[in-house]
């Protein structure tokens, strides 16, 4: 197995990341540090926003939470959100994602589409399909679609994937190799040093095939954390048999 060093190097050189709007990319970056919100602050006028439509929004949320000084935590967020100090604002990304506006995120094994509903997520996601093509990336996985209104969906092939886009029934689809493996298995989840976003870190074992024993999962677990300072890893279960939308309920660990 790769060390974790070595693997999250070779995932951030195929990160990309950004924001949509409607079936276009808006912004986008390649640096796994510079957040999602930094580009509305940064890039303003690509939201359709300037410093004091995005002062205004602040501050209604600040009189929402009742803040004592709401002019100094106004001032102090925009800083501490155009600095990186703060990662997200859930306030101005509700705003834009009312507004058509979708958070995306695409890397080696994972990508994520966040919008307001899956309507305008789709639309984000034909964005992301257009530019990067995620399931033609060798060993993606999963692609998962977050609609503030509506449930989530996690899209694991790329025939689901290609039907989802387009907008076509959902056709069942089996590997012709899902005869010969076992119908469960498991992918670790964690948040690597340094870093405040939870990432994907492992899909398969050692041996360089799909973890299918639970003990061995959490053989590899125990490994991120003490070994390379992972930070809330934890174990998702596969069942490989039932349809996709299920997948991801039993997380442990």
Known sequence: MKSFKQYITEG????????????????????????HIQHVIKEPRKFGLDKKKILKIL?????????????????????????GIVDNDVYIE???????????????????????????????????????????????KLFEVKPIKGRP???????????????????????PMAQFRESVEYVIWGIPPKDKDETLLLTTGTDGKRITKKSDAMKLLKLLVTKHGVKKARIQELDVEVDPSDMFRNPFG
């Open 12 to 35: 951030r050189q195929d990160l990309v990341k950004g924001w949509t709007y409607k079936s276009k990319i808006a912004t986008s970056t390649n640096k796994y540090d510079y957040y």
């Open 59 to 83: 501050e209604d949320s600040a009189n929402s939470m009742d803040v004592p000084d709401i002019e100094a935590y106004v001032e102090d967020q925009y800083e501490s959100l155009g600095n």
């Open 153 to 175: 969906k996690y899209i694991t092939n790329k025939l689901d994937w290609n039907d989802w886009v387009e907008g076509k029934a959902k056709r069942k689809y089996v590997s």
């Open 94 to 140: 509700e705003y834009l994602k009312k507004k058509g506006y979708c958070m995306f995120v695409v890397d080696k094994t994972h990508g994520s589409v966040e919008g307001w509903d899956e309507k305008s997520c789709k639309l984000g996601a034909k964005a992301v399909d257009n530019n990067y093509l995620p399931y033609e990336r060798n060993g993606f």
